[in-house]
């Protein structure tokens, strides 16, 4: 079975950094989408960063972008998030989701991830 682990939440002042991880386990694809997903309470879950694992383009939402850096290492089926100048607005739940074996993640939306991580917590205060 695939399985998505975070891992890297916390709690930090508004302006501070947290680097997030997510593990993959279960394939051995290297040529996926990747993405990190955010739901804060009340709110829907939203897209933060997409990165096609086997060229390593990326695609950022506005919110985020020269804020937030969307990373992997295919040796090691991981994912990383580096969250800069964090705001209190970027409190939320942050998950890692999955399509496998897509070659670019132009043209997929949220239903297209079908493999989720548990979520980890980030506070900005």
């Known amino acids: 079975d695939v399985q998505l682990v975070e891992s890297g939440g916390g709690s930090v002042q508004a302006g501070g950094s947290l680097r997030l991880s997510c593990t993959a386990s279960g394939y051995t694809y290297n040529r996926n989408c990747m993405a990190w997903f955010r739901q804060a309470p009340g709110k829907e879950r939203e897209r933060v960063a997409r990165?096609?694992?086997?060229?390593?383009?990326?695609y950022d939402a506005d919110s985020v972008k020269g804020r937030f850096t969307v990373s992997r290492d295919n040796a090691k089926k991981a994912l990383y998030l580096q969250m800069t100048n964090l705001k209190p607005e970027d409190t939320a739940t942050y998950y890692c989701a999955a399509v496998l074996k897509s070659g670019s993640c132009g043209g997929i939306y949220m239903r297209d991830f079908l493999h989720w991580g548990q979520g980890t917590q980030v506070t900005v205060s």
């Open positions: 990165i096609a694992t086997g060229s390593g383009n990326t």
